[in-house]
């Protein structure tokens, strides 16, 4: 069973920081893995899909990484704003996904 | 504007009264999903479907129907709802592997 661990489980940064979130899993055998962000009380956006073959993504401050051989995935933040502040979290999908309980990040201003 | 469209979005019922969470997606999907989000046990699957008549459990099925008549819903049922079903619950959809899972604003049920 595909267990999904994040670190850390929050994180309060100042603007402008660059910042990375981690993500493990302990089933390597995985077809992509997703990146969400989810805002208090809403649905979840996709923000970075990364397939089994790639290493990396990027759309615009976003970079995600993965090592789908040690079970590893980054979301690197490049200068953080306030606008930021949410919760991630990251879903290896193997026939289905499984989710992680999330990193809640607060950009202080 | 492609979406998942779920409502209600907050729902309040009492033990055992019958209620169905609609779920409709605008863009052609194959493969929809529902889960349910609890504090301090992230997100699970209750049920999804790779297509038209076709759907499965997840990992936490146990009070909950679902079915798949139309390409485009995917309703959820809970025929005598209790309060352990107190949840927010999600519904998503994906045309392929590969592709970015979309997900509906959630629906906030309370059972009391």
């Known amino acids: 069973k595909q267990e999904v661990t994040q670190i850390p489980a929050a994180l309060s940064v100042p603007e402008g920081e660059n910042l990375v979130l981690n993500c493990s899993f302990t089933d390597s055998a995985i077809y992509n893995l997703q990146w969400f962000r989810q805002d208090p009380g809403k649905g979840l956006t996709s923000l970075l899909l990364i397939q089994s073959s790639q290493r990396e993504q990027t759309s615009g401050r976003l970079n995600a990484s993965l090592d789908k051989s040690s079970g590893r995935s980054t979301l690197y933040i490049a200068a953080s704003q306030p606008g930021d502040s949410a919760t991630y979290l990251c879903a290896p999908y193997a026939g289905k996904s499984t989710f992680g309980d999330g990193t809640t990040l607060t950009v202080k201003p | ?112």
């Open chain 2, 1 to 112: 504007e492609a979406q998942v469209t779920q409502n209600p979005r907050y729902l309040i019922t009492v033990t055992g009264k019958k209620l169905t969470v609609t779920c409709s997606q605008n863009m052609n999907h194959e493969y929809m999903s529902w889960y349910r989000q609890d504090p301090g046990l992230g997100l699970r699957q209750i049920y999804y479907s790779m297509n038209v008549e076709v759907t499965d459990k997840g990992d936490v099925p146990e009070g909950y129907k679902v079915s798949r008549k139309e390409k485009r819903n995917f309703p959820l049922i809970l025929e005598s709802p209790s309060p352990n079903q107190t949840s927010l619950y999600f519904c998503a959809s994906t045309d392929r592997v590969n592709s970015p899972l979309h997900f509906g604003n959630g629906t906030r049920l309370t059972v009391t």
